[in-house]
């Protein structure tokens, strides 16, 4: 089984996953675009069991669109965010891409919210595409 390393910054706090990842995304939602300060969010969702973290984190919770929404754990230290807990969906873990510092990350499988994609973003190919 892979293991990958996601961290913030500073290296202060760490998501430890196992194992592939249940999905791949990138979400072109306002909030998304706020929370990361770039065109969309990407992430990586793992089951909880799979994952370990290591470190202090702050917590920010943010209701969504569509359902509760999610509780998005940050670095006090340098502010980067590393998981994020899906409230409607407490089996998993949600991490942000970047996070993990990998090139060859798997690609996104599925782009959400594409009504408030950049006119110049174009997702994978193949990728399912939800409005």
């Given amino acids: 089984m892979i293991t990958r390393l996601a961290s ?4 202060q ?4 996953t196992v194992g592939d990842p249940v999905r791949v995304s990138i ?8 929370r990361t300060g ?7 969702r793992f089951l909880r069991e799979h994952v370990t973290i290591r470190g202090a984190s702050t917590e920010y ?3 969504g669109d569509e359902g509760p929404g999610a509780r998005f754990h ?17 089996e998993y873990f949600g991490m942000p891409i970047g996070a993990f510092a990998e ?6 499988t599925i782009s959400v919210y ?4 950049h006119s110049w973003v174009v997702p994978p190919a193949g990728a399912e595409h939800i409005r």
């Fill in 27 to 34: 979400c072109h939602c306002l909030a998304c675009q706020r």
């Fill in 38 to 44: 770039s065109p969309f969010g990407q992430q990586a």
């Fill in 74 to 90: 940050f670095c006090p230290q340098c502010g980067a965010t590393v998981y994020y807990e899906l409230l409607a969906m407490p």
């Fill in 8 to 11: 913030c910054s500073c290296g």
């Fill in 103 to 108: 090139p060859d990350f798997p690609a996104p």
């Fill in 114 to 117: 594409e009504e408030r994609m």
């Fill in 61 to 63: 919770v943010r209701i």
């Fill in 13 to 16: 706090l760490t998501a430890q």
